[in-house]
């Protein structure tokens, strides 16, 4: 049976309690150094290539520091990935792709009911790492052949319990990853969909949600 909404709400946040309760501790990097990591990270993934390296650099010195961590394994790999976008020279790129990817294809096989608590930033960890997974695999090169798993990546944590209850600004990231992806797929009716739905929650993308519609024609 399909639950709505509310039911869906607090089924993920049983599921996020009780493997918060029946495994050990996930240690986690110290939230300050991660957010300002992360922060890097976010304007590099906007086009940014100044904060490339920064991000690259902290992630993995807090992947150094936590190495049984996968969310901050997941990221030091999509930040190496988008070092290829930094150098001319070719087998850099394919040196920095292949080793970025690498890294993230570990961090999902770190995955266990564990990681379904919050990690970082108040985030369940499985759902960060499939969706930073899922957001470097739809960006690099098709011929890298990691189109088809990161759409599957991407609707498996919108589809998960988890999803609902997990903070409104992962959401409207995800949200709006999503609706990028329909609209280049030319599924309009579904992007419009998506960012309605950030619109409509208030998360921080909202504004950017309703220029989107407008290229749309929403």
Do not use: C
Not at 140 to 153: D, W
């Amino acid at each position: 049976m399909k639950l709505r909404p509310p039911a869906r709400f607090a089924a993920g946040l049983i599921w996020i309690l009780l493997a918060a309760l029946s495994a050990g501790p996930v240690a986690a990097a110290p939230e300050a150094a991660f957010e300002a990591a992360f922060v890097s990270f976010s304007r590099a993934s906007g086009g940014d290539s100044s904060a490339v390296d920064a991000a690259a650099d902290a992630f993995e010195a807090l992947r150094r520091a936590e190495p049984g961590n996968p969310v901050l394994l997941a990221y030091a790999g999509a930040s190496l990935a988008m070092k290829a976008g930094t150098t001319m020279m070719p087998w850099k790129k394919m040196d920095y792709a292949e080793d970025g990817l690498a890294e993230i294809d570990k961090a999902l096989a770190l995955l266990t009911p564990a990681h379904d608590a919050a990690i970082q930033h108040f985030t369940p960890g499985t759902l960060e790492v499939k969706f930073v997974a899922a957001n470097t695999f739809l960006a690099v090169p098709g011929f890298m052949n990691r189109g088809a798993r990161g759409k599957k990546l991407l609707d498996e944590v919108l589809g998960s319990p988890l999803f609902e209850p997990s903070p409104l600004p992962f959401r409207g990231q995800v949200w709006m990853r999503a609706a990028a992806l329909a609209a280049k797929e030319q599924r309009a009716a579904d992007a419009r969909r998506l960012l309605n739905e950030v619109v409509s929650r208030g998360a921080p993308q909202a504004e950017a949600a309703k220029a989107k519609l407008k290229e749309l024609g929403a």
